[in-house]
């Protein structure tokens, strides 16, 4: 292991961990937009769409900091 190896994979890791959080969020404003009261659907969709971005950021994330470990 390089030492650039012992500082990357610890972003990689939180990095990852950061996608499943961000996933989880994504998954409970889906379920919480899915059983929306009549009054809530537009405030709910507008939480889904967020959440839906910041899952989608990290996981570009994640993969930008992949594709730099991989390169000499």
Excluded: C, K, N, S
Aim: no cysteine.
């Amino acid at each position: 292991m390089t030492p650039a190896d012992l500082f990357t994979w610890r972003e990689e890791a939180d990095a990852a961990e950061a996608v499943a959080q961000a996933e989880a969020a994504r998954q409970a404003a889906e379920r919480a937009r899915r059983y929306a009261p009549h009054g809530e659907v537009g405030r709910r969709q507008q939480r889904l769409e967020e959440a839906t971005i910041a899952a989608l950021r990290a996981e570009l994330e994640l993969i930008r900091l992949r594709r730099e470990g991989r390169q000499p």
